[in-house]
């Protein structure tokens, strides 16, 4: 395993969470922690009791807490580097063109702040304090049993 996290989850902090790319990394994930533990699909071993006994989170929740790491760093960057002025962009005249949203990272940012219980406004002030954000990622992930 101390390879294979590193290697599927290289750059993880930028990618948009979708329901098929969180179900792709878990299914992988799953599917190596029963090849180290040489279960078989015939010994009829759920997913819940693999995860309890390797005591490892689900590789999804570790790239969400890569990304709000990450946006904590972008987040307590001053107003003019790229990264920043991107997390406050707004299309020209102020509307997408008509269809379906994009999914894009900040969309992403504000689900995981959603499930952190802050709001985008209150982020960046959380954020300009690198102990108490630190602090918020860690009470969220252990509240999800995560770590």
Same mark, same amino acid.
């Given at each position: ?10 750059a993880c &902090? ?13 299914? *992988? ?6 090849t180290i ?10 997913? &819940? ?5 390797? %005591? ?23 107003? &003019? ?12 005249? %102020?509307?997408? +063109?008509?269809?379906r949203p +994009? ?5 992403? *940012? +504000? &689900? ?9 406004? %209150? ?21 999800? %049993?995560?770590?």
């Open positions: 395993m101390s390879v294979v996290i590193p290697t599927a989850t290289y &902090e930028t990618w948009m969470r979708t329901a098929s790319i969180t179900n792709m990394l878990d299914v *992988f994930h799953r599917r190596c922690l029963r533990l040489r279960i078989s699909w015939r010994d009829h071993i759920t997913n &819940e009791e693999v995860t309890r006994r390797t %005591g490892v989170a689900l590789l999804s929740d570790m790239v969400s807490d890569r990304r709000r790491r990450l946006a904590g760093y972008v987040l307590r960057l001053p107003r &003019e580097p790229t990264a920043s002025v991107t997390m406050d962009w707004v299309p020209e005249g %102020g509307q997408r +063109k008509r269809g +994009k999914n894009t990272w900040r969309h992403t *940012f +504000k &689900e995981d702040l959603s499930e952190m219980g802050v709001s985008w406004h %209150g982020a960046r002030r959380v954020a300009s304090d690198r102990c108490r954000w630190r602090g918020l990622i860690t009470q969220c992930s252990s509240r999800n %049993g995560r770590n």
